[in-house]
């Protein structure tokens, strides 16, 4: 009885320590359910409240929508604003390529010559030397040939040189030269001078003819020619430009050229010569104009009767005959004529005698006139030339060889007659062309760049 007892005290004990369990576990259960339905309430407060904020983060007066409007708003802004001003950079950019010419181009191949700058190097009375600084700094020069020098228009020489030597020049003359310097791609660039050769040492025409009391008469050696009829020269006369000598004493006739039409001069002795046949060779004053280089100085008459024909004009076209007389113009010389003309000899006479002086015109168809300027009217003859003066250029008195000098212009006596000076200082009229007393003292012109340099003994010498 008692294990039953036991027994069932056992069995209740067993029941209620399940029911205990049991209820506790539906307590459990009830629990949990509980905190989950709270953890979900919670939950779906907190979303509220953090759907309200977004929504309202998002909707509202500064929400997210109004700032991405107001951003969006701000970039079109500042985008219109910035394109604005970029157009307007770009419009003035635009503007200043356009006012210079150019423009957004894409970079080109070098056109620009190199720069050319001539400068003098040493001069001579035949020679010019230059230098060239030339510049490319883009394409530099040519390997070769890159300069090209010219003398007075005409190419000189070329190389690779920058300076350049022009020889074989004339003294005191002006030159232009002009250089190309080519650069690395073929452009050419330029420059140009004008530049004078150096004065020959000496004495120029201009010079002399400015002091002829202290040049006139000297003698001038070193000149020579095909002739030797001529031992000595002396200076008649200079101007500004040319020197003329004369024949120190008269020629021997055979020494006298024949005429262009083969005639020869009449002898009366070895140097007294007759000019009676040369009218056969010779038409007269417009066969002077038209071939000799001297007709200058017979101006005053053949600008009067430039086609007279009578005799004592035919006997002057042989004596101013430069073709024939050229015998006598040696390398230094422009021409040669067989006397001085009335018109040379006076101008060189007035250079030496300024204040008593030879004055002529003339007066007819036969010729020239002649008076001393302190003379109220003109004659045939004057006297009173001074003698032995100027070493005899204009009298020579000594009558070993002739008693007068032919003077290369027709008389207003009579149109037969030459005028010719004689040895005791007339200067007459009446010189007929079949005269016996008369001799020849040709006159040479030299050359415009010819100069006289003295000698230390009285004599100057011609320099080359």
């Given at each position: 009885?008692?294990?039953?007892?036991?027994?069932?005290?056992?069995?209740k004990?067993?029941?209620?320590?399940?029911?205990?369990?049991e209820?506790k576990?539906?307590?459990?259960?009830?629990?949990?359910?509980g905190?989950t339905?709270?953890?979900?309430?919670?939950?779906?407060?907190?979303?509220?409240?953090?759907?309200?904020?977004?929504i309202?983060?998002?909707?509202?007066d500064?929400?997210?929508?109004?700032?991405?409007?107001?951003?969006?708003?701000?970039?079109?802004?500042?985008?219109?604003?910035?394109?604005?001003?970029?157009?307007?950079?770009?419009?003035?950019?635009?503007?200043?390529?356009?006012?210079?010419?150019?423009?957004?181009?894409?970079?080109?191949?070098?056109?620009?010559?190199?720069?050319?700058?001539?400068?003098?190097?040493?001069?001579?009375?035949?020679?010019?030397?230059?230098?060239?600084?030339?510049?490319?700094?883009?394409?530099?020069?040519a390997?070769?040939?890159?300069?090209?020098?010219?003398?007075?228009?005409?190419?000189?020489?070329r190389?690779?040189?920058?300076s350049?030597?022009f020889?074989?020049?004339?003294?005191?003359?002006?030159?232009?030269?002009?250089?190309?310097?080519?650069?690395?791609?073929?452009?050419?660039?330029?420059?140009?001078?004008?530049?004078?050769?150096?004065?020959?040492?000496?004495?120029?025409?201009?010079?002399i003819?400015?002091?002829?009391?202290?040049?006139?008469?000297?003698e001038?050696i070193?000149?020579?020619?095909?002739?030797?009829?001529?031992?000595?020269?002396?200076?008649?006369?200079?101007?500004?430009?040319?020197?003329?000598?004369?024949?120190d004493?008269?020629?021997?006739?055979?020494?006298?050229?024949?005429?262009?039409?083969?005639?020869?001069?009449?002898?009366?002795?070895?140097?007294?010569?007759?000019?009676?046949?040369?009218?056969?060779?010779?038409?007269?004053?417009?066969?002077?104009?038209?071939?000799?280089?001297?007709k200058?100085?017979?101006?005053?008459?053949?600008?009067?009767?430039?086609t007279?024909?009578?005799?004592?004009?035919?006997?002057?076209?042989?004596?101013?005959?430069?073709?024939?007389?050229?015998?006598?113009?040696?390398?230094n010389?422009?021409?040669?004529?067989?006397?001085?003309?009335?018109?040379?000899?006076?101008?060189?006479?007035?250079?030496?005698?300024?204040?008593?002086?030879?004055?002529?015109?003339?007066?007819?168809?036969?010729?020239?006139?002649?008076?001393?300027n302190?003379?109220s009217?003109?004659?045939?003859?004057?006297?009173?030339?001074?003698?032995?003066?100027?070493?005899?250029?204009?009298?020579?008195?000594?009558?070993?060889?002739?008693?007068?000098?032919?003077?290369?212009?027709?008389?207003?006596?009579?149109?037969?007659?030459?005028?010719?000076?004689?040895?005791?200082?007339?200067l007459?009229?009446?010189?007929?062309?079949?005269d016996?007393?008369?001799?020849?003292?040709?006159?040479?012109?030299?050359?415009?760049?010819v100069?006289?340099?003295a000698?230390g003994?009285?004599t100057?010498a011609?320099?080359?």
């Open positions: 009885m008692g294990k039953d007892i036991n027994a069932n005290l056992n069995n004990n067993g029941q209620n320590i399940k029911k205990k369990k209820r576990e539906q307590i459990e259960k009830n629990n949990e359910a905190i339905i709270i953890t979900l309430a919670i939950t779906i407060l907190i979303i509220i409240i953090l759907a309200s904020i977004t309202n983060a998002v909707l509202g500064n929400g997210l929508l109004k700032q991405a409007q107001d951003t969006k708003d701000l970039a079109e802004s500042t985008t219109l604003e910035t394109g604005d001003k970029m157009n307007k950079v770009l419009q003035e950019y635009m503007n200043v390529m356009a006012e210079d010419g150019g423009g957004i181009t894409e970079p080109e191949e070098d056109t620009t010559p190199p720069t050319v700058i001539i400068t003098e190097g040493e001069i001579t009375e035949n020679s010019i030397e230059i230098n060239v600084t030339a510049n490319d700094p883009e394409s530099g020069l390997s070769e040939n890159a300069y090209i020098y010219y003398l007075n228009g005409a190419e000189f020489t190389g690779n040189s920058s350049c030597t020889t074989g020049l004339t003294a005191e003359t002006m030159y232009t030269i002009k250089v190309e310097v080519i650069n690395g791609v073929g452009i050419k660039g330029e420059d140009s001078i004008t530049i004078s050769t150096s004065a020959k040492p000496g004495l120029s025409a201009d010079e003819g400015q002091n002829p009391t202290t040049y006139y008469g000297a001038v070193g000149y020579t020619c095909e002739s030797d009829g001529v031992s000595k020269w002396r200076i008649f006369y200079a101007d500004e430009s040319n020197i003329y000598l004369i024949a004493d008269y020629i021997a006739a055979e020494d006298a050229p024949k005429g262009q039409g083969g005639t020869s001069v009449i002898a009366n002795t070895t140097y007294r010569i007759s000019l009676n046949n040369m009218s056969e060779d010779y038409t007269g004053a417009n066969w002077i104009n038209q071939n000799s280089k001297a200058k100085w017979l101006t005053q008459y053949l600008s009067k009767y430039s007279s024909t009578i005799y004592n004009i035919k006997f002057t076209a042989y004596l101013m005959d430069t073709n024939i007389w050229n015998k006598y113009v040696g390398k010389a422009e021409y040669a004529i067989g006397g001085p003309t009335i018109e040379l000899f006076c101008a060189s006479y007035k250079d030496t005698h300024s204040t008593k002086y030879i004055e002529y015109s003339v007066t007819n168809s036969d010729g020239y006139s002649i008076k001393w302190t003379d009217s003109y004659s045939t003859d004057i006297n009173g030339l001074e003698q032995n003066f100027f070493n005899e250029i204009y009298v020579k008195s000594e009558q070993t060889r002739a008693d007068a000098m032919w003077i290369a212009s027709p008389s207003s006596y009579d149109n037969a007659l030459l005028l010719n000076v004689y040895y005791n200082g007339i007459d009229a009446n010189g007929t062309y079949y016996w007393k008369a001799g020849l003292r040709p006159i040479v012109c030299l050359k415009t760049e100069k006289l340099e000698q003994d009285g100057y011609i320099v080359e």
